[in-house]
């Protein structure tokens, strides 16, 4: 009868729950990691405490406190409602959460079902005023320290993107990570290319998509959403993408400015329905920028099919349109083959580049002649001072060496971004260049805002006696380049 008497007089146990957080996966994946570092101060708590036991331990590693989403915090209010658990004990207030609107909540579901609060750290009765008072103070601090810690994380991924580093994540397609920075994967980066060069190719992603598929052998894996995804990350040049801004990265780019841009452009009409088909001459530079010396109409791409001993064999051509409407005998400068011209071109301003005494020279006589009367009623321009041989010869060099370096749709986009016109005639060759602008399509060191200049007439291909006077410069908005032919036509 006393133990029976003894056992009903004895104090009930109560029930804690141990809950324990930590913000970071990597926090979570250290061995003897932060969570249960505080299980065991919790339970050294519990221990000392008359009366008390552990019921259940919850813990949510790698989850933020800003919010209650959180699996191991909503199985607690489960057994809390279910009248499992008496006590909630965490290490410190804001393991719970960080938000004063989640705790308020929180605090109101333990209440209503008869379940109270104790931070180990943190020690105060919140069933007085100064207790409250001192739990508001306390996730108020907690709260400013998420938002200041937020601040800092911003700022750092801003900086991070400003030095263009890679801001963590699935690396783009066509790159690896390897210990935080993005390094080019050789196999992807090929596709990379080969979706690129096939969409200014073809003329749209579907079409870029079947290219895929045939190349791949894969009639079902790959789709357009792929293509556009690639096709959109600026990565691939070398860019880096941060709240909607690209800026330079540090990584090495798959593909160049040019064709990124190009591509872009092409995605814009494409979108806007207006987007035509690809054409066969995607990869000739001088498309469109031809004109007949004789005749002054355009010089548009062509081709022609023959058999040889390795099978039919396309040879490409720049025909005087003229000819198409007029008839062959129209124009006698007809056609000239698309190569030699190229190869022409590339050559003499190769040269030209390494002359700085001609081109100062030509700069001296240009600036010059603009001070003397003019001829025919013709006023020309006024010469851009910022407009100096060693600015010129730069911006050349870049030029060349661009072109030199790149192939396909991309050497064709290096030489539209520095060559402006071409006038081709059988007896020379004259070449608009734009010298305000370099390669990658930035202003040139040193020049203005404007690149329009005087016109300059660059020495024929082979240099002429020193007794032989040089040509007389030409005249125009952009300095203008003049080499001989040497019969090219066809």
Same mark, same amino acid.
């Given at each position: ?242 709240? =909607?801004?690209?800026? #330079?990265?540090?990584? $090495?780019?798959?593909?160049? %400015?040019? *064709?990124?841009?190009?591509? /872009? ?111 025919? =009623?013709?006023?020309? #321009?006024?010469?851009? $001072?910022?407009?100096?041989? %060693?600015? *010129?010869?730069?911006?050349? /060099? ?93």
């Amino acid at each position: 009868m006393q133990t029976v008497l003894a056992e009903k007089s004895a104090p009930a146990l109560t029930r804690c729950a141990i809950y324990t957080r930590v913000s970071t996966d990597q926090q979570a994946e250290v061995e003897f990691n932060s969570c249960e570092a505080q299980e065991d101060r919790i339970k050294s708590f519990i221990a000392s405490q008359e009366g008390f036991r552990v019921a259940k331990v919850y813990s949510d590693p790698g989850f933020s406190g800003a919010n209650v989403n959180r699996p191991a915090l909503h199985k607690l209010a489960a057994d809390i409602k279910a009248g499992l658990i008496d006590m909630v004990i965490t290490y410190k207030i804001d393991r719970l959460t960080r938000s004063p609107r989640d705790f308020y909540q929180l605090i109101e579901l333990f209440e209503t079902h008869n379940a109270g609060f104790i931070s180990v750290t943190e020690r105060f009765d919140t069933s007085t005023p100064a207790g409250r008072l001192l739990r508001n103070i306390m996730l108020t601090f907690a709260q400013f320290e998420r938002e200041l810690a937020s601040e800092r994380i911003r700022d750092k991924c801003a900086q991070r993107a400003m030095r263009g580093l890679y801001n963590g994540g699935p690396p783009p397609y066509g790159y690896k990570k390897v210990e935080g920075k993005l390094f080019v994967d050789s196999k992807r980066a090929r596709v990379v290319r080969f979706i690129f060069e096939k969409y200014v190719e073809l003329g749209t992603a579907h079409q870029v998509t079947l290219a895929l598929r045939d190349l791949w052998h894969e009639r079902s894996t790959l789709s357009d959403h792929f293509v556009w995804r690639v096709l959109k990350s600026p990565a691939a040049a070398g860019k880096t993408i941060y709240k =909607g801004k690209i800026l #330079p990265g540090i990584h $090495e780019a798959i593909i160049s %400015e040019e *064709l990124f841009n190009h591509a /872009q452009a092409l995605l814009g009409e494409e979108n806007q329905n207006s987007r035509k088909t690809g054409t066969p001459y995607h990869h000739l530079p001088y498309a469109g920028l031809i004109e007949c010396g004789e005749c002054r109409s355009h010089m548009s791409p062509t081709h022609t099919t023959k058999k040889n001993t390795s099978g039919p064999q396309r040879y490409f051509y720049y025909r005087c349109t003229a000819t198409n409407h007029k008839g062959w005998k129209a124009c006698t400068t007809r056609q000239i083959s698309a190569p030699r011209l190229e190869q022409t071109i590339h050559q003499n301003l190769a040269r030209l580049s390494r002359d700085p005494v001609y081109l100062k020279q030509m700069l001296f006589s240009v600036k010059n002649q603009l001070h003397q009367p003019p001829e025919n =009623g013709f006023e020309p #321009p006024e010469p851009q $001072e910022g407009l100096t041989p %060693e600015i *010129l010869q730069d911006a050349l /060099q870049k030029h060349v060496k661009s072109c030199a370096r790149k192939t396909g749709i991309e050497k064709s986009l290096a030489v539209r971004q520095g060559i402006e016109k071409v006038i081709y005639g059988k007896d020379n060759i004259t070449v608009r260049f734009r010298w305000g602008l370099s390669p990658d399509g930035k202003e040139a060191r040193g020049s203005p805002s404007s690149a329009s200049t005087p016109g300059l007439s660059a020495p024929p291909a082979v240099r002429p006696p020193e007794k032989e006077k040089r040509p007389a410069p030409l005249l125009g908005t952009d300095p203008l380049f003049q080499f001989a032919t040497d019969k090219m036509w066809s």
